[in-house]
């Protein structure tokens, strides 16, 4: 006869399964690691050389080898190591076609627990011209929920990542959010997409918000601009028309550093979400206001 579980039994359970999970997210936290250094080293190595670069959704939405080479390395460093996972990158989707801007799993990724979400070289228009500003962007979503992200600078060498509940670290250094309330001294950033009528939408965004502000800067590194606010470089950030690839790391890493993730309103931020504002939390409620983006038209 089975005998009955003691309660002692039932925690020790529980620790050995906090154990398994732990040392789980290690090994992915690893993998995610592994392979954005070497994509950045190729992004090194390869700066300069012919970078064969072509156009997708628009004129100013590019494509560079360097781009598929890294997201080719990046999936082999996964699928060495994890078999049965899903990956979607940004120029390979998910194996079963091209990559929606709504990242929707098609029927490869379907019904698979554990989904790699990469952006082989976020910043390729930096990239393509040499401006030192772009980097590797990798997250791992487990049954729904991102537990893992990293992105990584390869010109600066800076590592910024998080697993979910245990904080967000530079090159393994705790880090946090800005300690910023008033918006007169707050240093802000935003994206342009490459979708005409989303730049349209956000230029009159950025000159109403500008006074109101220090300053805005526009890097041109999503991933990396997310991680700014994460460290404390910036006080927040907005975007109208990100995927998920470019913020699935980011936004993991900037919550986990104690900032706030939202869309267009105070619901947080959910990666079907094409409009993104981070911030450090004490300003979020002003930067809403301020950037009101839930009255643009669509
Ligand atoms: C782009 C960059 C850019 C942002 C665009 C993204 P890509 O990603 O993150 O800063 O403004 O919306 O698409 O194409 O360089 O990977
Ligand atoms: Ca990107
Ligand atoms: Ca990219």
Not at 119 to 132: E, S
Not at 150 to 163: H, I, K, N, Q, T
Not at 224 to 232: E, F, K, N, S
Request: hydrophobic share 40%; aromatic share 6%; proline share 5%.
């Amino acid at each position: 006869m089975p005998s009955t579980p003691s309660p002692d039994d039932s925690n020790t359970g529980a620790a050995d399964h906090d154990r398994d999970r732990d040392s789980a997210l290690d090994a992915y936290l690893a993998t995610a690691v592994q392979a954005a250094r070497e994509a950045a080293a190729i992004q090194l190595a390869e700066r300069g050389s012919d970078l064969q670069v072509s156009t997708k959704s628009s004129a100013v939405d590019l494509v560079t080898r360097v781009d598929k080479l890294c997201e080719e390395r990046i999936r082999h460093v996964i699928l060495a190591r994890h078999p049965g996972h899903a990956i979607l990158g940004e120029e390979q989707g998910d194996g079963g076609g091209p990559s929606q801007p709504d990242a929707t799993p098609t029927h490869s990724s379907a019904g698979r627990r554990h989904r790699w979400i990469v952006d082989p070289l976020d910043g390729t228009v930096n990239y393509a011209h040499g401006f030192p500003f772009y980097c590797v962007s990798i997250a791992l979503e487990i049954d729904g929920t991102v537990e893992v992200g990293v992105v990584y600078d390869g010109e600066r060498d800076e590592l910024f990542s998080a697993v979910r509940g245990r904080g967000a670290t530079l090159n393994g250094d705790p880090i946090g959010v800005s300690t910023t309330t008033a918006p007169r001294s707050a240093l802000l950033a935003t994206g342009f997409a490459y979708v005409e009528d989303k730049i349209a939408l956000n230029v009159p965004v950025f000159a109403r918000v500008l006074p109101q502000v220090q300053s805005i800067r526009r890097p041109g590194a999503a991933a990396l601009d997310i991680c700014y606010v994460a460290c404390g470089r910036l006080d927040g950030f907005w975007e109208l028309a990100l995927n998920s690839w470019d913020v699935a790391a980011g936004v993991l890493i900037v919550r986990e550093a104690g900032g706030t993730v939202t869309g267009a309103g105070s619901a947080p931020y959910r990666l079907d979400d094409p409009v993104l504002v981070a911030s450090n939390g004490h300003l979020h409620a002003t930067l809403l206001d301020l950037l009101r983006l839930d009255q643009l038209r669509a």
